[in-house]
């Protein structure tokens, strides 16, 4: 199975040091979450191999990545401050970068697991939202902490907005709701991350608020898995209450 825990926030400025700082804190989580995802098969020493928690690895010790670049081959990555920062360092001096700094990451561990982050951040521009992706790919039945990596990434990056969506999800609110992602329109899944300005817009009766710390914000239950209809009927509700409004263009705010 494949879902996609986001968040997105406005313009927020901050330094290689501060970026590379919260990209630790974020990947030194994820093994404890998903201890699964990190136990490789046996003899799998490959570039994009995680280091398994009982294995290779001693148990605690972090995973290794994988960066992909704009050109070139991937490079393996080390989750410490010095090769985090490094690479933010070399991404914001690109030509290619306009603003910000960011990194696009892999790892693989068991069969059927595969860990995707991408994300850019410490940016100013009026009209690029700034955002952290994470992807999971999971064997049919695995359990998967949806709520715990939301509440991680609303902790880590302070967002404007979150949640945990995927394909079926999407596709459902697009067909149903009128949802156009082309349109920088936001959404909600069947979890929901909120800023304070947009949680205090939520209807009566739209979700129940987690107890789970994230960030400043509020993390909503909108619907169990696999009820589509909930998260449809929830979406549309946020949306004509003004909580799932965009940040204006142009943008001079982080929040709503």
Request: hydrophobic share 40%; aromatic share 6%.
């Amino acid at each position: 199975m494949r879902r996609v825990v986001r968040g997105f926030w406005g313009p927020r400025k901050e330094s290689i040091p501060e970026l590379a700082g919260r990209w630790k804190t974020m990947l030194d989580a994820l093994p404890a979450l998903l201890p699964a995802a990190g136990s490789a098969p046996a003899g799998q020493n490959a570039l994009p191999a995680l280091l398994p928690a009982a294995g290779s690895a001693p148990a605690g010790q972090p995973w290794t990545w994988t960066e992909h670049h704009g050109s070139g081959r991937p490079t393996r990555l080390r989750p410490d401050e010095a090769e985090l920062g490094a690479a933010l360092q070399a991404d914001h001096d690109s030509p290619q970068t306009s603003d910000g700094a960011g990194l696009s990451l892999t790892s693989r561990g068991g069969p059927g697991w595969e860990i995707e982050i991408s994300g850019r951040g410490g940016g100013e521009s009026e009209y690029v939202t700034q955002a952290v992706v994470l992807t999971v790919l999971s064997p049919d039945g695995a359990e998967v902490p949806e709520a715990a990596l939301l509440a991680l990434i609303a902790d880590v990056w302070q967002p404007d907005i979150g949640d945990v969506t995927d394909d079926d999800l999407l596709d459902a609110l697009e067909d149903d709701a009128g949802y156009d992602y082309t349109l920088s329109q936001l959404c909600v899944g069947r979890l929901g991350y909120l800023s304070l300005g947009r949680a205090a817009l939520v209807p009566d009766g739209v979700g129940v608020a987690r107890e789970e710390p994230a960030g400043e914000g509020v993390l909503l239950d909108i619907a169990p898995p696999g009820d589509i209809e909930a998260v449809v009927d929830a979406y549309v509700r946020l949306r004509d209450a003004g909580a799932l409004e965009p940040l204006p263009r142009p943008m001079n705010r982080t929040f709503l």
